[in-house]
């Protein structure tokens, strides 16, 4: 179930400045098949999750992650330009693909931290769609070679607090906030931490406060625009790490939208 600020079913026309790629941006670029012209939003969401493209494995995820849902909520329209932030093996990326069509765009950013590990993966999805490729970057200063609609993170928001990364989050919400189009959605999908926990367990439990994330987005220019709970778990107490056995797919999880004004 979506509750929102606005009706989601609803086009959003988003403009802005082009943003130039640095030199110095290591991306692989390809281009797309064309999407099937004429379809609603839900039947284009429905293409997207039966594309044989996608990983068994990724599959068998859908009742947990309801992925409908998380597209809804990101009012995903083919042509979009959208950034996966920290794909890894590309559940998210294999939905937004299809989805954007030949006239959009997807990123697949990896942030240097995780590089060695994860480049290989953001290429497989590079290789398999061809409107997807990688950016490796800073996330305080990543570069994309046009304006944005959408920024995605998927549970990897707080993993950035976790003080090992080194990531000056309020600099990487900010550099959010200048890639988008004017209009454009900062979309959170995270693990809920216990109320007032903040990001004080974002290294152990692998949860964070969900007021504390909308905190600091906020603080970043944004506007708070919606939300989803279709990921919401009542049962979960917020007290184990979102690995343990009995509760891993299973967390209480939050999932924020999040507009920058025009």
Request: glycine share 8%; net charge negative; charged share 25%.
């Amino acid at each position: 179930m979506l509750r929102t600020a606005a009706v989601v079913a609803c086009a959003v026309a988003l403009s802005g400045c082009i943003i130039i790629a640095s030199d110095t941006t290591e991306r692989t670029v390809v281009h797309a098949a064309p999407a099937a012209a004429g379809q609603t939003a839900e039947a284009r969401y429905a293409a997207a999750l039966s594309d044989d493209r996608r990983l068994p494995e990724e599959v068998a995820r859908d009742p947990l992650r309801k992925p409908a849902d998380m597209l809804a909520l990101m009012n995903l329209q083919p042509g979009h330009a959208v950034a996966d932030i920290r794909p890894e093996e590309g559940y998210f990326t294999r939905l937004f693909a299809p989805v954007v069509g030949a006239g959009g765009h997807v990123y697949a950013f990896v942030p240097n931290q995780t590089a060695g590990r994860e480049n290989a993966f953001a290429d497989t999805l590079a290789s398999t769609y061809s409107n997807t490729s990688r950016v490796t970057g800073q996330l305080e200063t990543m570069t994309f070679d046009q304006p944005l609609d959408v920024v995605f993170m998927g549970e990897e928001y707080h993993d950035f607090t976790i003080p090992r990364f080194g990531v000056d989050v309020a600099a990487m919400n900010r550099r959010v906030f200048e890639v988008l189009k004017p209009g454009g959605l900062y979309v959170i999908l995270d693990h809920q931490a216990a109320d007032g926990a903040g990001i004080s367990v974002s290294g152990s439990l692998h949860r964070i406060e969900a007021a504390e994330l909308r905190r600091q987005v906020e603080a970043a220019g944004f506007v708070f625009d919606g939300e989803s709970s279709a990921v919401r778990v009542p049962s979960d107490d917020h007290s184990l790490s979102v690995f343990d056995a009995s509760i891993r797919g299973r967390t209480d999880r939050f999932v924020y939208r999040f507009r920058k004004p025009r």
